[in-house]
Nanobody, 127 residues
Framework: QVQLVESGGGLVQAGDSLRLSCAAS????????MGWVRQAPGKEREFVGR????????LYADSVRGRFTISRDNAKNTVHLQMNSLKPEDTAVYYC????????????????????WGQGTQVTVSS
């Protein structure tokens, strides 16, 4: 089992920045990728981006590319989501998620592929 704990959410104004963190514990040696998924009220879960655990390769949704950056600290089993130029439409609960046992360079853009999930952290962007 893998446990994921997010931190860093909050209320910000449009144009501000926010940094989310996700700490993984447990059987982290099995992880091949970690991602961020968000869910706005009344909407389905939306892939935000992912980073591969070994190589640190990143992939982003079109809606956040150029504004959001995912990084990882393997020594601390932590992944970060740096969000810049935030917009009101970025308002959502943000979940950290992890893939276990898959291929190292998978796309993993489908939230259903993720095996482990954090509890979520609220990000609210006011206009």
């Amino acid at each position: 089992q893998v446990q994921l704990v997010e931190s860093g959410g909050g209320l910000v104004q449009a144009g501000d920045s926010l940094r989310l963190s996700c700490a993984a514990s447990g059987r982290t040696f099995s992880l091949v990728a970690m991602g961020w998924v968000r869910q706005a009220p009344g909407k389905e879960r939306e892939f935000v981006g992912r980073i591969t655990w070994s190589a640190g390769s990143t992939l982003y949704a079109d809606s956040v590319r150029g504004r959001f950056t995912i990084s990882r600290d393997n020594a601390k089993n932590t992944v970060h989501l740096q969000m810049n130029s935030l917009k009101p439409e970025d308002t959502a609960v943000y979940y950290c998620a992890a893939v276990s046992g898959g291929v190292a360079y998978g796309v993993y853009s489908n939230p259903a592929r993720y095996d482990y999930w954090g509890q979520g952290t609220q990000v609210t962007v006011s206009s």
